[in-house]
């Protein structure tokens, strides 16, 4: 079965800092790879996602992700955090050949002043 | 253009009451999902449709959930006999459907259900 895993339940890091939130994955074959974001009392929303080609991915609100096949993660990344990116992460896959996804259990990031 | 839109945004109501959720995909999006956010159980996918195609039921949880999606375009998910541990956010995503398992899924803000 198509899975990923998030390690941390919450990382901090200080505003200005680089922050890294991990997601490891296990699929057969080649994996789509997606990264979601919640805020608070809101719907999950699209950062970016991994289906072929360079291993690192730009998205949204300067994120960016690095697909790894060797050590299979797919680690969230932003050179500098602001405050106002504190929010729970989702990392996702397609279940088998469908288009429903499977998520981790995801990360609760903290950004402090 | 407008989201995913969803309602009620919360709703309370007793134990063995029945409750409908409603979703509004975005406009031309033939695929629609709902997935269930709770706090024991994170982020579960419960079912799936994509046109005109028989939906994918394979993630309810139980007889006494149901969801229709009627001309294609709007969806509720209906439960029946609530439970207190179907108190969850329930969520709806739609998407294009032409592009498959690497389709991104545009997420509603969410029904928030309590069940007393």
């Known amino acids: 079965a198509q899975s990923v895993a998030q390690p941390e339940d919450q990382v901090n890091v200080a505003e200005g800092n680089p922050l890294t939130v991990k997601c490891t994955y296990s699929?057969?074959?080649?994996?789509?790879l997606f990264w979601y974001v919640q805020y608070p009392n809101r719907g999950l929303q699209f950062l970016l996602k991994y289906i072929t080609g360079d291993n690192l991915v730009k998205g949204s609100y300067g994120f960016e992700a690095e697909f790894n096949k060797s050590q299979t993660s797919f680690h969230l990344k932003k050179p500098s955090a602001l405050v106002s990116d504190s929010a729970l992460y989702f990392c996702a896959v397609p279940r088998g050949g469908y288009s429903t996804l499977t998520f981790g259990k995801g990360t609760m990031l903290l950004v402090s002043p | 253009g407008a989201g995913v839109s969803q309602s009620p945004s919360n709703k309370v109501t007793e134990k063995g009451k029945d409750v409908e959720l409603r979703c509004d995909p975005i406009?031309?999006?033939?695929?629609l999902y709902w997935y269930r956010q709770s706090l024991g159980q994170g982020l579960e996918f419960l079912i799936y449709?994509?046109?005109?195609?028989?939906?994918?039921k394979s993630g309810l949880p139980s007889d006494r959930f149901s969801a229709e999606r009627t001309g294609g375009s709007v969806s509720t998910l209906t439960i029946q006999r609530t439970q207190q541990e179907d108190s969850a956010v329930y969520l709806c995503?739609?998407?294009?459907?032409?592009?498959?398992?690497?389709?991104?899924?545009?997420f509603g803000p969410g029904t928030r259900l309590l069940v007393l």
């Open positions: 406009s031309g999006h033939t695929a």
């Open positions: 699929v057969s074959g080649n994996p789509y």
């Open positions: 449709f994509q046109g005109n195609s028989a939906p994918d």
């Open positions: 995503a739609s998407s294009p459907g032409t592009s498959g398992a690497w389709e991104t899924q545009y």
